[in-house]
């Protein structure tokens, strides 16, 4: 407590039942310059002021609640634990108190008209104890009214304030090296290293300077008429977001930005500056700024990657591409192998599949301690491709993370893949019939996969065993039967010359079945079956030989080749019944006649041989001449 000359405490009795100035606000400030004029009207300049400060200086502001006017106020902050006064403290209250470091003192000399508001500006220092909170401290005051005479003295005004702690934003960035030429992401850090909460943060990415200073943009000459102005082409360029916003970022704490960057091929081996401009609230709530930048390496040539994912599980099938079934779960295979001269550690692998209809049902992370020089991997993952790609390129993606020569990396390579449909031949219905008096070899083949098999011929080949007794010696062309469609059959017929001493019996067929993919690759395989064969002859009016041949265990073919036969003989008996009845009509009609004329007149022999022979018939008469 600060002890006061008596005299002080003397004035006015009157004085001593009005109202005394009282505590309004308190911020820390660097305008300390007292104001002759009424500082309610002036906007308060604050400041942000964090532990180990140092010397800094605390606004009090106060409220005349008299009901007269004040004038000659005279401060004495008693500072608590952490601050300091700073200079020499007043000849009077050093000899009223043992610890004159712990005042300071202020003073305000113009006028404050009852119900104004004055402010007094402490100067102290900020130690490195004193941490981010709310503090108290004790304010004494002296003032005189005017047109009084005396001073009045209050003491133990209560003075709350708090430091508030810093906003300290530093920019950092992870990777320096662009490669010309080709789109770079760019991670850029935003840390607050300060002691207080910076809220709002907004990064915008502006254009890029040179090391030396020059703008690195498209400049076209000032003037109209200086067409041959020289001009600058653009280095660096931002072709991603140009505004990020973060919000807060609470204290030792950082955000992150991935600005897409396109250094141009001209500026390689140079240093470029991004510049950054970042506005944020302070712990005030006011809005700051400040403005930063970068400086990033164009490389002179893109650097060579340490780690490399490459097709199958081999490291000399480099060239092979994985083929992937449609509709089908199968493993596929890769590998990741370690081109460089130092080892990686902490080695994670992910794979991803860049497309929605082909699934990673098995692993897709593997995790590695280390992987030595010139060794390698050899991963595998099942997958599922739908029908729906058949016929369609697609990538997967396998990012490495890793640490190599203390510095974490991270690598995507894309491997691709292509999906085949599957096609999947069956030869059925396997049979001889006679077409055009001829014998053909018929059948069906049928495609069991999921796409179509193009450009289709079949043809019957030799046996490849020798000791096979062969149904045909010449063997016809191929046929071509065009496009065999997924789940639908197709009938084929092969002419065949077959000799007539060929014994009926079973023989095996051997048919070259050629088609074509999606990708129109050929494709040959061979199908077995086997056909039985019995030859039926006849002979026709004309004393010719038609064999008729027909499949044994089966009246097809033999039913196909008599139905001909049958209907002509059918034919000829309908004839013959037909002139047979036409004889005897024409027979009855005679012998009416000839009874109408009366049997009387009928005198000679041989008249009444022929009624009787008419009447009778063929046999009757013959008996008769017997």
């Known amino acids: 407590m600060l002890l006061l000359p008596s005299a002080w405490t003397l004035g006015n009795a009157n004085a001593q039942t009005d109202k005394d100035p009282a505590f309004q606000d308190s911020y820390w400030t660097d305008n300390n310059a007292i104001s002759s004029s009424n500082t309610s009207t002036n906007d308060p300049v604050k400041k942000e002021v964090g532990p180990e400060e140092g010397a800094a200086t605390l606004a009090v502001v106060l409220v005349n609640k008299a009901r007269s006017d004040i004038t000659a106020v005279k401060g004495y902050l008693s500072l608590p634990s952490g601050f300091n006064a700073i200079?020499?403290?007043?000849?009077?209250?050093?000899?009223?108190?043992?610890?004159?470091?712990?005042?300071?003192?202020?003073?305000?000399?113009?006028?404050?008209?009852?119900?104004?508001?004055?402010?007094?500006?402490?100067?102290?220092?900020?130690?490195?104890?004193?941490?981010?909170?709310?503090?108290?401290?004790?304010?004494?005051?002296?003032?005189?009214?005017?047109?009084?005479?005396?001073?009045?003295?209050?003491?133990?005004?209560?003075?709350?304030?708090?430091?508030?702690?810093?906003?300290?934003?530093?920019?950092?960035?992870?990777?320096?090296?662009?490669?010309?030429?080709?789109?770079?992401?760019?991670?850029?850090?935003?840390?607050?290293?300060?002691?207080?909460?910076?809220?709002?943060?907004?990064?915008?990415?502006?254009?890029?300077?040179?090391?030396?200073?020059?703008?690195?943009?498209?400049?076209?000459?000032?003037?109209?008429?200086?067409?041959?102005?020289?001009?600058?082409?653009?280095?660096?360029?931002n072709i991603g977001n140009s505004t990020f916003d973060i919000g807060i970022i609470p204290t030792n704490r950082t955000a992150d930005i991935n600005p897409l960057l396109y250094p141009s091929n001209s500026a390689a081996e140079s240093v470029q500056n991004l510049a950054l401009h970042i506005s944020y609230g302070d712990a005030y709530g006011n809005i700051k700024s400040s403005d930063e930048s970068v400086g990033l390496i164009i490389s002179a040539k893109p650097p060579q990657s340490i780690l490399n994912a490459k097709h199958g599980i081999s490291?000399?099938?480099?060239?092979?591409?994985?083929?992937?079934?449609?509709?089908?779960?199968?493993?596929?295979?890769?590998?990741?192998?370690?081109?460089?001269?130092?080892?990686?550690?902490?080695?994670?692998?992910?794979?991803?599949?860049?497309?929605?209809?082909?699934?990673?049902?098995?692993?897709?992370?593997?995790?590695?301690?280390?992987?030595?020089?010139?060794?390698?991997l050899n991963l595998s993952s099942t997958v599922f491709a739908s029908e729906d790609v058949i016929g369609k390129p697609i990538q997967f993606s396998v990012k490495m993370q890793y640490v190599s020569d203390e510095q974490s990396k991270t690598e995507t390579i894309n491997i691709g893949s292509y999906v085949e449909g599957e096609i999947t031949l069956k030869l059925y219905d396997l049979d001889i019939n006679i077409i055009g008096n001829r014998p053909n070899l018929v059948g069906n083949l049928l495609n069991e996969g999921n796409t179509v098999a193009l450009f289709t011929t079949v043809g019957m080949i030799k046996s490849p065993f020798t000791e096979e007794k062969s149904l045909v010696k010449h063997f016809p062309s191929r046929q071509y039967l065009g496009d065999l469609t997924e789940n639908s059959p197709l009938p084929f017929s092969i002419p065949l010359t077959i000799e007539n001493s060929t014994k009926a019996g079973i023989y095996p067929v051997h048919l070259r079945v050629a088609y074509r993919d999606d990708l129109r690759i050929l494709h040959e395989l061979t199908m077995n079956g086997s056909v039985g064969f019995k030859p039926i002859q006849q002979t026709t009016h004309k004393g010719q030989s038609i064999f008729a041949i027909g499949?044994?265990?089966?009246?097809?073919?033999?039913?196909?080749?008599?139905?001909?036969?049958?209907?002509?003989?059918?034919?000829?008996?309908?004839?013959?019944?037909?002139?047979?009845?036409?004889?005897?009509?024409?027979?009855?009609?005679?012998?009416?006649?000839?009874?109408?004329?009366?049997?009387?007149?009928?005198?000679?022999?041989?008249?009444?041989?022929?009624?009787?022979?008419?009447?009778?018939?063929?046999?009757?008469?013959?008996?008769?001449?017997?």
């Open 87 to 237: 200079g020499l403290i007043p000849y009077e209250v050093r000899n009223n108190t043992s610890d004159s470091l712990q005042y300071s003192v202020d003073s305000y000399n113009s006028i404050v008209k009852s119900g104004d508001t004055f402010t007094l500006y402490f100067d102290m220092n900020v130690l490195k104890n004193a941490g981010v909170g709310w503090y108290n401290a004790s304010l004494d005051l002296i003032y005189s009214k005017v047109l009084e005479t005396g001073q009045i003295a209050v003491k133990d005004i209560a003075i709350p304030f708090r430091i508030t702690g810093k906003v300290i934003l530093d920019v950092l960035s992870e990777n320096h090296h662009l490669i010309p030429g080709s789109s770079n992401t760019v991670k850029i850090s935003i840390k607050n290293k300060g002691t207080a909460n910076a809220s709002g943060v907004i990064v915008s990415v502006n254009g890029a300077t040179s090391a030396s200073g020059s703008p690195s943009s498209s400049n076209l000459s000032s003037s109209a008429d200086d067409v041959n102005g020289p001009t600058e082409s653009v280095s660096l360029v």
């Open 551 to 626: 499949n044994i265990g089966s009246d097809n073919t033999r039913n196909s080749s008599i139905i001909p036969i049958l209907i002509i003989l059918g034919i000829a008996i309908l004839i013959i019944v037909t002139i047979v009845l036409l004889r005897k009509r024409r027979s009855k009609s005679k012998l009416s006649k000839i009874l109408g004329s009366g049997r009387n007149n009928i005198k000679n022999e041989e008249g009444e041989e022929d009624i009787h022979s008419l009447l009778s018939g063929p046999n009757d008469k013959k008996s008769r001449n017997d």
């Open 315 to 376: 490291s000399n099938d480099q060239n092979s591409s994985i083929l992937l079934k449609a509709g089908k779960i199968q493993d596929m295979g890769f590998t990741v192998a370690n081109e460089g001269k130092q080892p990686v550690a902490d080695l994670v692998i992910t794979l991803t599949s860049q497309t929605d209809t082909v699934k990673i049902l098995g692993n897709s992370k593997w995790t590695f301690e280390n992987l030595m020089p010139e060794s390698e």
